[in-house]
C-alpha cells in the first residue's frame, strides 16, 4: 500500500506531461520516508509500485509517437465536396428564363475557389467538334473528346428544338454522356476542383454519374430529378466537386448515365480548378522525417528515465 501522504502524487503520474520530473519527486518523497520505521518497510514495494507506473507511463507515450509517424505516411483520406442546384422545366422549345437553384449552387462552388477559370464556349465556332483542348489559367489544359461532342449555336430565349440551350450567351458544348462513346473530360494535371452546368439530362430516365480516376476512383452520382419520355426536357441543373486532399485529385471524369444508355445534353459554363486553387488551401501536413525525430527523443527520454529508476 502506498502512504497516505503520497497517494495524491500517483494520479499526476497517468497524466503525466514532464515524467522525469513528476518521477524524481515522487520518489524523492518516498525515500524521504526511509529513516522512519513505520515506512521502512514499505519502501520497496512503493518504490516497486512506481517504477511499474513509470514504465508503463514510458511505453505508452512511446507508443502514442510511434503510431503519430504512422498515421502521417498514410494517404489522406477521401475528402470531396459536392455541390448540386436544380431548376426543373417541362419544354422542349421554351428555356427557363432563370435558374436560381442551380446559379446558387454555382456560387457556393465558386466561393471555395481562387484565380480559377469558366468556359463558356463564346469564341469557339459553331460546329467545331471534337477533340476540344481548353486551357485554365492556374489549372492547366482540357481536352473534351467523346460523345460526338461539337460546338452548338442557339439563339438566346429559344432552344435547339430538343430542350438544349446556353446557360451563358448562346453557345455551348453538345455532346451525349453514357453509351458506347461516352463524354470523357481528361486533364494535362491533375486538378481537384470540376463543375458545371447540365441542360436537359435524365429527361428519358438515366442517372448521370460521374467517375473521377483519383486514388478512390470516385463514382459521383449527380442527384437530379430523373424524367420520363421527355418530362424534364429543358431542365437546367449545376454540378461541382472540390478535393480537399492530395489523395481527391484527378486527371480524368467519364460522364456516365445509370442506365447504360447515351443522353444528349448541353455541356455549359465549366469550371477547372487545381488543389493551390482550393480556399483555404490544404493544412500542411507535417514531414514524417520531422515526426520521426520527435518520437526518438521521447524514447530517449523515457531509456534515460528507465535508468535512472533502476
Known amino acids: 500500500m502506498i502512504p497516505q501522504a503520497h497517494q495524491q502524487l500517483v494520479p499526476a503520474l497517468f497524466g503525466l506531461a514532464h515524467p522525469v520530473v513528476e518521477g524524481d519527486e515522487l520518489l524523492g518523497a518516498i525515500r524521504q520516508d526511509a529513516d522512519d520505521d513505520q515506512h521502512a518497510g514499505t519502501l520497496v514495494v512503493v518504490t516497486a509500485q512506481v517504477k511499474d507506473m513509470l514504465h508503463k507511463r514510458i511505453k505508452a507515450v512511446v507508443f502514442s509517437a510511434v503510431v503519430a509517424v504512422s498515421m502521417s505516411a498514410m494517404p489522406a483520406g477521401a475528402g470531396i465536396l459536392t455541390f448540386f442546384g436544380e431548376d ?17 449552387a454555382q456560387a457556393d462552388f465558386l466561393s471555395n475557389l481562387t484565380g480559377v ?26 481536352t473534351l473528346s467523346g460523345g460526338n461532342g461539337e460546338i452548338e449555336s442557339v439563339t438566346p ?6 430542350g438544349r440551350y446556353a446557360t451563358s450567351g448562346s453557345q455551348f458544348w453538345d455532346v451525349s454522356a453514357g453509351g458506347s462513346n461516352n463524354f470523357v473530360v481528361d486533364f494535362g494535371d491533375p ?27 470516385t463514382l459521383v452520382t449527380v442527384p437530379h430529378t430523373i424524367g420520363s419520355s421527355g418530362s424534364t426536357d429543358g431542365s437546367v441543373l449545376f454540378s461541382g466537386l472540390i478535393g480537399t486532399t492530395p489523395a481527391d485529385t484527378f486527371t480524368q471524369v467519364q460522364f456516365l448515365m445509370s442506365t447504360g444508355q447515351g443522353d444528349v445534353f448541353a455541356f455549359d459554363d465549366f469550371t477547372v480548378g487545381s488543389l493551390e486553387q482550393v480556399t483555404p488551401g490544404p493544412s500542411p501536413v507535417p514531414e514524417p522525417g520531422t515526426l520521426a525525430l520527435f518520437a526518438i527523443g521521447l524514447l530517449g527520454a523515457g531509456l534515460a528515465l528507465r535508468r535512472r529508476l533502476t
Not at 88 to 104: C, E
Not at 126 to 138: D, K, R, V
Not at 157 to 162: A, D, I, L, Y
Request: proline residues 5%.
Open 191 to 217: 486538378v481537384a476542383a470540376f463543375g458545371f452546368f447540365g441542360i436537359d439530362i435524365g429527361d428519358f430516365g438515366g442517372q448521370l454519374q460521374l467517375q473521377l480516376n483519383d486514388a478512390a476512383n
Open 117 to 142: 477559370g469558366t468556359e463558356d464556349f463564346e469564341s469557339f465556332t459553331g460546329g467545331t467538334g471534337e477533340p476540344l483542348n481548353l486551357i485554365f489559367p492556374g489549372a492547366g489544359t482540357a
Open 157 to 162: 430565349g429559344s432552344t435547339n428544338g430538343f
Open 88 to 104: 426543373l422545366n417541362n419544354s422542349a422549345t421554351t428555356p427557363l428564363a432563370s435558374f436560381p437553384n442551380s446559379t446558387s
